[in-house]
């Protein structure tokens, strides 16, 4: 009688294999050897670790090494600055909880209110309006998994299209950067210093760039009336 088989006989394909990241990632330092622990390339193996870093919203240090039995990986997983920052606060007495469901809310009303607010040109001409799904995306998972101030962080380190579509607008009310530069906000306080300077400078180019834009949607309808 024929019967199922659980796979093809044989050598099990390079990607089927499965990692112990739960055990990697637990922050200790690790050596891993190709043809024992991965039978990628290991400058792919090297990818496949900041590529998991990334996801977890974590750091990673790698160093190759070759010796006679081989090469390898040693590498070790640690928490980002953002998650440094959230545990002195929460040992300052700050409701780390509360303070970044806040940070989540207000996170999620700048997407809100750019899709309702702000339009974008497709490439017909037409005008349609903006909607950062990957945006939405990517705070939610953050959140969800308990890491919503490193996504924020990763988010404004480098210069996105979203930002660009909100600077024709000429929206800064509805950058993630006000946000994190909002020193009456609680969570303001979970942000790493060179996170806040990247904000700073890239809204220091803003205004430099349109000096007569309006710092919220509040003031430039206080100077039309």
Do not use: C
Request: charge should be neutral; hydrophobic fraction near 35%; charged fraction near 30%.
């Amino acid at each position: 009688m024929a019967r199922r088989l659980a796979g093809f006989p044989g050598k099990t394909p390079r990607d089927q294999r499965r990692y112990p990241w739960e055990a990697w990632t637990d922050g200790s330092t690790w050596e891993i050897r190709q043809g024992e622990d991965y039978d990628v390339a290991t400058e792919n193996m090297r990818v496949n670790l900041h590529m998991k870093a990334s996801s977890l919203s974590l750091k990673v240090r790698t160093r190759k090494f070759e010796d006679d039995r081989g090469e390898g990986l040693v590498f070790q997983f640690y928490r980002s600055q953002e998650a440094e920052e959230s545990m002195q606060a929460a040992e300052g007495g700050l409701d780390v909880g509360e303070v970044t469901q806040l940070l989540y809310q207000d996170a999620m009303e700048i997407y809100e209110r750019a899709r309702r607010e702000v339009t974008i040109q497709r490439k017909d001409g037409r005008r349609q309006r903006y909607a950062a799904v990957r945006y939405m995306q990517a705070i939610r998972k953050g959140h969800a998994e308990g890491r919503l101030v490193e996504t924020i962080a990763r988010i404004v380190s480098r210069r996105t299209a979203g930002f660009g579509h909100l600077e024709e607008a000429q929206r800064p009310d509805l950058m993630l950067e006000t946000l994190i530069l909002d020193a009456d906000k609680p969570y303001h306080r979970l942000f790493t210093a060179s996170t806040v300077m990247n904000a700073q400078a890239r809204m220091a180019q803003y205004r430099g760039d349109h000096p007569l834009a309006s710092t919220s949607k509040d003031q430039r309808e206080a100077n039309d009336g």
